[in-house]
């Protein structure tokens, strides 16, 4: 599976103790513990059916860990010690713009993803030694993003400039 940080993820899982529940701090995300499921409930509250299978929802923890782009474990342990485990990827940040040139004033489209999920993200212009705030979007609950800026009126002619997107964390 494929998620960003504060993402909300669905785990099924099977082999566990009939009945069982996850121990406290049972549910680890690339070894960060998370406690709380999307509902607000403790991760304890969740019990294998009398078939050994649970479902559980919860989002992915916003940590260092998890923002770093890579494979991380979803590890799971119930009450009776048993282990489940499943790798996550996350993602690399990307950003794209088009055009990927144009005149003082003129529009672009910036596409991101990969970001923290359901965050501001801010567009800078670096333009020589001069950096300008273009945009202001919100990533989507899958760390996603559309939006337009302008080529500030301050940029050199004729110049190399630079296109930034950052999560706020």
Partial sequence: STAVAKQSVTVSA????????ISNDGLTVGSIVQDTLTNG????????????NM???FKIPDDETTRTA????????????????????VPSRS?????TNGRRGSSF??????????TTVTITFLSGTTTSTIATTSADS??????????PTTAGIPSTNTVTAASAC
């Fill in 70 to 89: 890579g494979t991380h474990v979803i590890k799971i342990i119930d009450s009776s010690n048993r282990i489940g485990e499943v790798n996550l990827t």
């Fill in 109 to 118: 489209t910036i596409d991101g993803s990969g970001f923290i999920a359901s």
């Fill in 55 to 57: 479902v559980l929802t």
């Fill in 142 to 151: 899958s760390g996603n993003f559309s939006t337009t800026g302008k080529v």
């Fill in 14 to 21: 099977s082999g566990f103790t009939a009945s069982g529940t």
């Fill in 41 to 52: 409930n403790a991760e304890t509250t969740v019990t294998a059916d009398n078939s050994g």
């Fill in 95 to 99: 950003v794209t713009i088009d055009p």
